[in-house]
């Protein structure tokens, strides 16, 4: 056991911890709080496994953007799910089951597909390391090769333009709004 | 650390994210928990990347797609919370029915 | 050889359900609240239609082809469409599709004639009755299954919504009622095409190339009941004519003309352009089954409109009675049936479209149907009581109207036939003129006749528009039962092809 | 003195059909409604002219020694391709014998019945369209009689139907009148579908309809080789295709038990009862039976129906006529009778001895004048007495004397005495059927003739003698000239056909296929026998309704049972009507609406129902999908597992 298996242990551990965290408690800020810290460590994650540009991406965006977003809205609509009662124990137990026999279902996969744990032929990690930087992935974003992903990266941010409009419609105040908050 | 660790360690975290989805009522705890499954994936294409491909930039290029979509689809999915929130609309998924065959 | 392209004679074939749609794109742009103006370009572009067709039969003794052509039809153009399915743009006409397309656009004149008061809606209705239009044009000279099926289900979509927005009384049963129970014969009829392009083993929906195919026994022996009996729905085959005495009599007015007088021929149409055209050897086997059908319907719905009391489902019975007689005719598999069928399809057309138009009118100013509520309307509107009669009369089958002349074919056709069967149906058939004399005389003598009743006092007869789509129709009845040569002359020549395939 | 073949008038016959036609159209058109009266003098006018090319066409057409049946002219109509190698149905005019009777008979009637419906509707709101519809009678009569083939014969047959229901609907506001009309024309109806089966039948077997072909003795043959074979039964298509043919007569002609038409059918006004209901169109059954006599000579069923239905509906006719009040019901159940006469004469006729046939043409003939102008004559008393009640006229003769005298006549020569035309005509047809070897349709015969004359004597005494009871009623009875004229006019023929013609029709109007005829010895007991019943029947009447009659209700229940008319008429409305209206409408309509629709109706609720099971997976509650997904996923978990 060397030094990177105990700090991919002690991340992972941290992983699943604040999912658990993040899907229990009732709180919803407090959910999304522990979403954010789970998904730190996912950073983490990614840069033990050499993949610092997502490491990045991962922090920047997802957590500085999106998590921060829900926690916005979270405040926007102010009443922060106290309105919301609890599921029907039934229910819980049923969603517990339910993710225990998927949780199953996906290691019984894994396990019928252990062939793939064969040693493959390892890069050297200044190779991955390259990989996971930002030039390589740069170059491999914006090649017109056929390897390249600039088409699909030109579509993605269409689609997050157009994500952007939709979202600005769909939440706008419609004119002559009356007021805020449910009934 | 090896493949299978990280690929189990994503199959517990979706499994977590699948119970916070069948468990919670709250909107928001059900988008929370998509945003878990939506990690979990991005774990996997990183171990995969890491352990196994030819072409490890590829995994980092997908991870960032799916970052991407994910905040188009959470910018969407916020506003339609928060037009549902204006129109006076609970956030409870279990009495949002309206769209019912 | 037929051409590839859109020559001149195949775009005035298309300018026929061309210029419905073009008048859709005209009257969606005019503004709502100008009735009139949409009034007056529906009326123009019926009668300009008119024209066409008129010009279109007018041309036909010099375009028509040889006799024993490959292909029977004049101005005929195949162009391309898909390759995979193999779909043509395939349209022509011959006599057939000639006579239905007039009867289409002499109905499409009167229909907005009839409907110069619609005021409420009027663009949508306009609009959708141009849908109609344009289906039925399509579907008559189409000659590619796949574009004859796609027009054909065009026409269905307005239906419902004529019905069910603008109808009277159960209009929303009606319409779903109506449209369920075609769509159910369209999906019939789409197995039966789909079946036809496989087994023919040409994957083509080319009628004529399809033609040409003896298909096996045991594919007719089940494709053939699909077809006619999807089609045959569409026919108000018994017992699956219900749906058209609710459908046609819940319609507003010119919706029921149409539905009635040209909507259902492309069932009896279909019929024969397909099930029995393509499927000689289904029809001989399956024959004596529908001939049976149709005797029903024809003594059936004459009884059933004995007891009728609102005049929309008498009339609506009676048309199940008369368009039994189509499939009777089809049903003889000879030249005089096949004729006399065709001739029934137009003359019931006309017919039917007139006492719609009749009891429309006499509805939008008693505000009742019921003949029991009613009386003594020659003295109040002599002009719509002498159509009436006259329409009675022909529905009836007196000689010199046009239900004569069909008759006279249908019955001898059926008769010569052989076998018994075919010959106790006949008399059966026959005998049904006397019910069909009692309740059409019966309902004239209660609606027209007797002392007039004061509270029709004031009632103003036909206006100008009302009087001239009456006329229209009747001078349509009357042409065809006094000189009925200018019918069959027309759809003679188209008629033989078939039965030389009939009796292949 | 013309040669057929050349002769202008035969030559333009067809305007015997287009100048009443004309007169329709432009009455029907433009005139009636606008200019009645200018409508009543095109109407006369167009018909006078008719009349005049038909007397033209018999004049030229009896200029032959032999006149033979000749087709004036014809053009298509219809063809019927790959139909018996090809049919052509044309409309013509086939000239024979009894069609230039008939044709001058209804022109020249025709003619005055115009002229005396312009009196007799004066002032009627309908005048005008009366004036359109009677010429169309008269057009689509024409029609009938000309027709050379069966199928124009069953298109005209089908035309003065019509214009028999518009005529006797005349006053459509009367409910007695549109019901009368509605029943002749569904009875009529009736047996015309029977008709056109044996048209049908007679087209497909023969190949033709033409009457020529119809009638030649190879068609008869041919007919007579195929059996019919019907649940074991078989009869010959002769015998089944004459009897089918025979029934359209026996609906227009009114015979037992389809007679219950005519009588209502006096509701019209009396001019169309005159030319309609007694003159020509009840006629044309007679005609019919006439025009196919050979075929039916040969098939034997028809003429045997003739025979017994004739005679039967004769004497069942008088009877009633006896007892009737209503002065145009006596006049229709006469006529019914007479009707009788003439077919039980076709009856007993066969084409080797035809005086049965002849003496029904000449009765046809003769009939037609008197019995016109009796309906006539009834009309001018109607004007005058303002009833139609027998009993509410009397002691008219001296108010109405051309009519007093034309009456007079019409009794008479109804009641055959000679020298008056029914005495000849009624006396060929008993003798006809004494020498055809019917003793017992002679004695029918002649008991008929003592009853009619018994009720024609009653007719003439109730109106015109004793005291008047019409209670003032009539005291401004007067005789209009264009109703007296046509009356006067009518009474020449009436009273002059019977000697002037009877040696002609002996001899020249032969069924089709015979240009001489052989008459058998007249017995010439028989004249005497008939007048002496005629006789014995008036001197009868006389005693009962002479001087001091007092009219009282009929008690005698026998009486009473005939003045009910035998209650057909009341079988025939509750047969007609349970037959048609509960037996088999009624439940075909509650099949309809329960069984096909109910049906349509349970398989739309079972698919709503099963909508309605499957709603609850589409509730929209999301997490229900999540759990339903996950659900499958497992299963195909476990189904993988299980297929390994």
């Not at chain 2, 009495?95 to 019912?100: F, P, Q, V, Y």
């Not at chain 4, 007495?385 to 020569?413: E, Q, S």
């Not at chain 4, 009539?474 to 013609?501: I, R, T, Y």
Request: proline share 5%.
């Amino acid at each position: 056991m060397n030094i990177t298996d105990v700090l991919f242990y002690a991340d992972a551990a941290l992983i699943l911890g604040s999912a658990v965290l993040a899907v229990s408690l009732r709180h919803v800020l407090h959910a999304a709080l522990a979403l954010m810290m789970a998904l730190f460590s996912t950073a983490g994650l990614f840069l033990l496994l050499h993949a610092e540009f997502a490491a990045l991406v991962q922090v920047l965006v997802y957590i500085g953007g999106v998590v921060i977003f829900i926690v916005y809205t979270i405040l926007l609509t102010a009443h922060l799910g106290e309105e919301v009662p609890r599921s029907h124990p039934a229910k819980q137990l049923g969603a517990l089951a339910g993710a225990l026999l998927f949780c199953a279902l996906l290691l019984a996969v894994l396990w019928a597909g252990r062939a793939w744990e064969v040693p493959a032929a390892h890069a050297a990690d200044a190779a991955l390391a390259q990989a996971g930087g930002v030039k390589g992935i740069g170059r491999r974003l914006l090649s017109a090769a056929p390897d390249g992903f600039l088409v699909p990266f030109e579509i993605v941010s269409l689609l997050l333009l157009a994500a952007l409009v939709g979202a600005i419609s769909i939440a706008r105040k419609p004119a002559g709004d009356p007021g805020e908050g449910p009934k | 650390m090896n493949l299978t660790a990280c690929l189990v360690l994503a199959a517990l975290v979706f499994a977590c994210g699948v119970f916070g989805m069948l468990r919670n009522r709250h909107i928001i705890n059900i988008l929370i928990s998509i945003e878990l499954m939506l990690n979990a994936v991005m774990i996997n294409f990183i171990a995969f990347a890491h352990f196994r491909a030819a072409d490890p930039t590829a995994g980092s290029v997908f991870v960032i797609f799916i970052i991407a979509l994910t905040s188009a689809e959470m910018a969407v999915a916020l506003a339609v919370v928060i037009a549902l929130y204006r129109q006076r609309h609970p956030l409870d998924v279990e009495r949002m029915k309206r769209l019912h065959g | 050889m037929i051409p590839t392209t859109l020559t001149p004679g195949a775009l005035l074939l298309s300018l026929t359900w061309g210029i419905p749609t073009l008048t859709i794109v005209a009257l969606a742009l005019l503004p709502a609240a100008r009735t009139r103006l949409i009034r007056w370009v529906s009326l123009g572009s019926a009668l300009l239609n008119l024209a066409l067709v008129a010009g279109l039969i007018a041309a036909w003794p010099a375009h028509r082809p040889p006799l024993g052509a490959e292909v029977p039809l004049a101005f005929a153009a195949r162009i391309p469409w898909f390759d995979q399915p193999h779909i043509t743009y395939f349209v022509g006409v011959d006599g057939i599709s000639l006579l239905m397309m007039l009867l289409a656009a002499l109905i499409a004149v009167c229909g907005v004639l009839v409907s110069w008061r619609v005021e409420a809606r009027a663009k949508e209705f306009f609009i959708y009755m141009q849908v109609l239009l344009a289906g039925v044009f399509g579907c008559f000279i189409s000659f590619d299954l796949f574009t004859f099926f796609l027009f054909n289900e065009v026409t269905l979509i307005p239906t419902y919504l004529l019905i069910g927005i603008f109808g009277t009384g159960r209009k929303e049963y009606c319409a779903m009622k109506l449209n369920l129970m075609l769509f159910a014969g369209s999906a019939l009829v789409l197995v039966g095409l789909l079946g036809l392009y496989y087994a023919s083993g040409l994957h083509t929906f080319d009628l004529y190339a399809l033609a040409k195919v003896r298909f096996p026994a045991d594919f007719q022996h089940w494709a053939f009941p699909a077809l006619f009996l999807g089609f045959g729905v569409l026919g108000a085959l018994f017992p699956f004519h219900t749906w058209s005495p609710d459908g046609h009599s819940s319609a507003p007015t010119a919706i029921s003309m149409f539905l009635a007088g040209v909507h259902m021929k492309l069932g009896g149409y279909g019929c024969l352009r397909v099930a029995m055209f393509l499927l000689p050897e289904g029809a001989r086997e399956w024959m004596n089954v529908f001939l049976v059908l149709a005797t029903i319907n024809i003594i059936y719905g004459a009884f059933i409109a004995v007891k009728q009391t609102d005049l929309k489902y008498i009339n609506a019975y009676s048309s199940v009675s008369h368009c039994g007689l189509v499939l009777f005719g089809y049903a003889a598999l000879n030249f005089l049936g096949v004729r006399g069928a065709v001739l029934q399809m137009f003359s019931h057309g006309l017919l039917t479209a007139l006492i719609f138009a009749v009891i429309g009118m006499i509805y939008s100013r008693t505000h009742t149907r019921q003949i029991g509520e009613l009386g003594g309307l020659m003295t109040r509107l002599p002009f719509i009581g002498v159509a009436f009669t006259l329409a009675a009369l022909a529905g009836l089958g007196l000689p010199g109207l046009s239900g004569f002349v069909a008759e006279l074919n249908v019955f001898l056709g059926a008769f010569a036939r052989t076998p018994v069967l075919n010959k106790v149906c006949t008399v059966i058939a026959i005998l049904s003129i006397v019910v069909t004399a009692v309740y059409l005389l019966r309902t004239i003598n209660k609606v027209l006749h007797g002392p007039a009743q004061a509270k029709d006092e004031g009632l103003k007869d036909a206006d100008l528009a009302e009087r001239a789509a009456i006329v229209i129709l009747l001078a349509g009845v009357i042409v065809m039962g006094v000189w009925p040569r200018a019918v069959t002359a027309l759809i003679d020549g188209s008629i033989e092809p078939i039965v030389e395939q009939l009796a292949r | 003195m013309a040669d057929p073949a050349t002769s202008w008038a035969i030559a333009h016959s067809w305007l015997t059909l287009a100048l009443p036609l004309a007169a329709f159209l432009v009455n029907g058109l433009a005139l009636g409604r606008r200019a009645p009266r200018a409508a009543a003098a095109v109407a006369v006018l167009a018909n006078f002219a008719a009349a005049v090319v038909a007397l033209l066409v018999a004049r030229d057409y009896f200029a032959a020694a032999h006149p033979a049946p000749l087709l004036a002219w014809s053009f298509p109509w219809l063809e019927l391709p790959h139909f018996a190698g090809g049919l052509m149905l044309g409309i013509g005019c086939w000239l024979d014998p009894i069609a230039v009777m008939m044709l001058v008979l209804i022109t020249v009637i025709s003619t005055l019945v115009h002229l005396y419906a312009a009196g007799y509707l004066r002032g009627d709101p309908g005048f005008g369209r009366f004036f359109a519809l009677l010429p169309f009678f008269a057009f689509a009569m024409t029609g009938l009689v000309i027709a050379p083939d069966l199928v124009q014969l069953y298109i005209f047959w089908e035309l003065v139907g019509l214009a028999s229901y518009l005529l006797i609907g005349f006053w459509y506001t009367k409910p007695a009148a549109v019901e009368a009309s509605k029943k002749a024309f569904i009875i009529t109806r009736f047996a015309d579908a029977f008709f056109l089966i044996g048209i049908v039948l007679v087209a497909t077997a023969l190949g033709t309809v033409q009457f020529a072909a119809v009638n030649a003795p190879a068609a008869g043959a041919a007919l007579a080789a195929s059996p019919v074979v019907f649940g074991g039964h078989s009869c010959s298509l002769l015998a089944l295709a004459a009897v089918l043919l025979f029934a359209g007569a026996w609906g227009k002609s009114a015979m037992f038990p389809l007679h219950v038409w005519l009588p209502d059918a006096m509701e019209g006004p009396t001019p169309v009862s005159s030319i309609i209901h007694s003159a020509t169109m009840v006629v044309a059954g007679v005609y019919l039976t006439a025009r196919l006599f050979p075929l039916f000579a040969a098939a034997g069923s028809a003429l045997f129906l003739a025979e017994t239905l004739g005679a039967f509906t004769a004497l069942f006719a008088a009877v009633m006529a006896c007892v009737q009040t209503d002065i145009k019901r006596v006049l229709a159940y006469s006529t019914l009778s007479q009707l009788g006469f003439m077919m039980f004469a076709l009856g007993v006729a066969d084409p080797a001895a035809p005086a049965g046939y002849t003496a029904s043409m000449f009765h046809v003939f003769t009939h037609a004048f008197f019995k016109s102008m009796l309906f006539l004559c009834a009309g001018i008393l109607i004007h005058a007495a303002h009833t139609n009640d027998l009993l509410g006229m009397g002691g008219l003769r001296r108010k109405l004397p051309v009519t007093h005298a034309a009456t007079l006549i019409g009794c008479l020569a109804l009641a055959g005495i000679w020298p008056l035309s029914g005495f000849f005509s009624k006396d060929a047809i008993l003798a006809s059927a004494w020498t055809a070897g019917r003793p017992w349709i002679f004695a029918v015969g002649l008991a008929t003739s003592l009853l009619t004359a018994f009720y024609m004597a009653r007719f003439y005494l109730l109106a015109f003698h004793g005291a008047s009871r019409a209670a003032g009623r009539d005291a401004h009875a007067h005789e209009d000239l264009l109703m007296a004229l046509p009356v006067a006019l009518l009474a020449v023929p009436s009273a002059a056909a019977g000697w002037f013609a009877e040696k002609y029709f002996a001899q020249h109007m032969l069924p089709p296929g015979l240009h001489t005829a052989e008459h058998a010895a007249h017995a010439p007991w028989v004249p005497w026998l008939a007048l002496g019943a005629a006789v014995a029947g008036i001197l009868y009447a006389a005693w009962r309704y002479g001087r001091g009659f007092i009219p009282s209700a009929p008690k005698n229940p026998a009486v009473r049972l005939a003045w009910n008319r035998f209650y057909v008429d009341e079988l025939w409305q509750v047969f007609a009507h349970w037959l048609m209206f509960t037996l088999v409408a009624a439940p075909a309509k509650w099949f309809d609406s329960v069984v096909i629709d109910g049906s349509l109706d349970a398989s739309a609720w079972v698919m709503q129902k099963l909508g309605a099971a499957q709603r609850a997976w589409q509730n929209g509650l999301v997490q229900r999908y999540l759990a339903a997904m996950l659900v499958g996923l497992l299963a195909l978990w476990l189904l993988g597992g299980l297929a390994k």
